[in-house]
């Protein structure tokens, strides 16, 4: 559940900050005043891209910040797998995004950076958003299967079915090029078979470059570094005296003195350090210039080495190990197709095997659909008969496209098939008796799109709080979650507005509900009142946000009833709505209606 929003610096929300509780609370306000903004705040919450023109003028960013509170295992699990296991404090989640005025954003959960996409695993079990472009969506031919899948609870089921399908993709895709390479055998052969051996002929070893580098430079200044080494031990050791001699000296005399006074005795130890080390390097000099002379052949011939080398780069480089990288593939690739038959074979059993496995996943995922559609058909129904459609029909029918090439069975007939398995999923609707139901997307006005939505919302949250609350191993408690329904009302007026407004009145008595509304029929209903107005400040427009009851309750829907100009008769009225949501009791989210008979 959201117990707090605060918002800074997003448009004209120049700072704005808003306690939440349970129930319902409904938003309203002028066109233009801000309500959708608020939208927009929540959405930022939600995952959603981050837009840098929402940032207010002059400021360098804009802030967003929930407070969720959640004991849902699932929320936990999600955040320790991405090291974020103190984001979730006392059952208390704290997000915070920041969108600067240049384009950049930053998450923090709990305090900690987030990356966005652990706040799309997370979201989801604290924060729904439902709004005119969520009813949209519901004419898209993908959007119904995946509100099936996710009613029946087969979401990860269906991602199995996608990673299967990408495994099958993957090894056909192995198999088609080795059969290929069948067609093209002989001179691909001729091809390896010659870089092979000329990678061969050299036999590289991995650093070798280098190190013959190291002995070029050795082997080309002999006389340089036989006059260095002369110069290094002539300065250290020499007939002529040299370091160590000195070194012999200030040693003796040191001595001598801590003879006399033993506090010089620490400076005779270094002293006798230094000069033992100095002679060892001494020592070392003269035995390198002992063994340096100069070697011509073998100067040849490392030039010629690293001329060998310096061919197999610019062919198969750029460096070395590049050269061996590419040997080793091509071995594979001869080895393969010396023995193509096998490689072929091997391919075509992985092949047939991964499809299997998708082809047993797909048919299970269709199974499970269809089991669950008609369930979900009369949950949606059960739901539009209280938004105001007492007599319509609703339908989630699933069918197969036939496909005589396709290398999928289904039962006696071969079908198309793809990540999302082997179902095509309509929604069918008739508003109106005497209809046929037809494809939703062919008979939904704007209005019943959007109760329809609301309708699908509901059925979708009461199953699955129904799978939470049910003892097993998929129970994790009853969760609360948030969920905002921007304008959901659109369309509608009268009876079928007070409907409306009784519907989410009741989906508030399990999850926290949060709805921007033009209507007064659905402002009565909320047990708490939020309107957002507009105003101009030194020079500036800010938006502000107030928490209305009693009388100041009352003239905000006498308002929405009638206008600016409130009368006595649109308070009376106000007054009458407020009291009949007070009257009504919502039936238990979810309770099962007695199923009426289709004719």
Do not use: C
């Not at 849902?72 to 969108?99: K, M, N, Y």
Request: zero cysteines; aromatic letters at 4%.
């Amino acid at each position: 559940m959201l117990t707090s929003l605060r918002v800074r610096d997003l448009a004209v929300l120049e700072d704005v900050e808003v306690a939440l509780a349970a129930g319902l609370t409904v938003l309203t306000g002028e066109t233009g005043a801000g309500k959708s903004l608020v939208v927009d705040a929540l959405s930022l919450l939600a995952g959603e891209r981050a837009d840098a023109t929402l940032v207010r003028g002059g400021a360098e960013r804009l802030v967003v910040e929930g407070v969720f509170e959640s004991d849902d295992p699932a929320v936990a699990a999600a955040l320790a797998e991405a090291g974020l296991d103190e984001a979730l404090s006392a059952g208390q989640l704290v997000v915070r995004r920041e969108v600067a005025a240049g384009g950049k954003g930053r998450l923090f959960l709990g305090g900690s950076p987030a990356a966005v996409r652990t706040l799309l695993e997370v979201m989801p079990r604290l924060l729904v958003l439902y709004g005119q472009a969520e009813a949209r969506e519901l004419l898209d031919p993908t959007v119904p299967r995946d509100l099936l899948d996710r009613f029946a609870g087969l979401e990860p089921l269906a991602a199995e079915v996608a990673r299967l399908f990408s495994a099958h993709r993957v090894a056909e895709a192995e198999r088609a090029r080795i059969a290929g390479a069948a067609a093209d055998r002989v001179r691909r052969l001729e091809l390896l078979d010659f870089q092979v051996n000329e990678v061969d002929a050299v036999s590289p070893r991995r650093g070798e470059d280098e190190a013959l580098v190291r002995e070029r430079s050795r082997l080309g200044n002999v006389e340089r570094i036989g006059r260095l080494l002369a110069d290094a031990g002539g300065a250290l050791d020499s007939e002529e005296g040299g370091a160590l001699t000195a070194l012999a000296a200030s040693r003796r005399a040191l001595q001598a003195l801590a003879e006399v006074d033993p506090a010089f005795e620490a400076e005779v130890a270094v002293l006798a350090d230094v000069t033992e080390r100095a002679a060892d390097v001494a020592r070392g000099l003269a035995r390198a210039l002992d063994r340096l002379e100069a070697d011509p052949g073998r100067l040849a011939e490392v030039a010629e080495r690293l001329d060998a080398l310096a061919r197999l780069k610019r062919k198969y480089g750029p460096d070395l190990d590049d050269v061996l990288r590419h040997r080793e593939r091509i071995g594979k690739e001869r080895d393969e197709l010396v023995d193509l038959e096998g490689s072929l074979a091997k391919a075509e059993a992985a092949a047939r095997v991964a499809f299997e496995a998708f082809r047993r996943a797909a048919l299970s995922l269709s199974l499970a659909r269809a089991a669950a559609a008609p369930r979900f058909s009369a949950a949606v129904e059960r739901h539009l008969a209280d938004l105001a459609f007492l007599a319509a029909r609703f339908g989630v029918r699933l069918a197969r496209r036939a496909d005589a090439d396709s290398p999928f069975l289904a039962g006696d007939e071969r079908v198309t098939f793809g990540a999302w398995g082997i179902d095509q999923v309509t929604l069918d609707f008739a508003p109106n008796p005497g209809e046929p139901p037809r494809p939703l997307s062919k008979i939904a006005s704007g209005g019943e799109l959007s109760r329809v939505e609301l309708a699908l919302a509901a059925a979708l949250a009461a199953e699955e709080a129904g799978r939470d609350e049910a003892p097993g191993p998929r129970s994790s408690g009853a969760r609360t979650r948030t969920f905002v329904f921007d304008e959901i009302d659109t369309g509608v007026s009268g009876a079928t507005a007070e409907a409306v407004g009784k519907k989410l009145r009741t989906l508030a008595r399990r999850d926290q509900i949060l709805v921007v509304t033009h209507l007064p029929q659905v402002a009565a209903q909320g047990d708490r009142h939020l309107f957002v107005s507009k105003a101009a400040q030194g020079g500036r427009t800010t938006t502000q946000v107030a928490d209305l009851s009693g009388e100041s309750r009352v003239d905000a829907i006498a308002a929405m009833l009638g206008g600016s100009a409130i009368s006595e008769a649109a308070r009376a009225q106000a007054r009458e709505l407020l009291a009949s949501a007070t009257s009504f009791t919502p039936e238990a989210p979810g309770a099962e209606k007695p199923t009426r008979k289709k004719k």
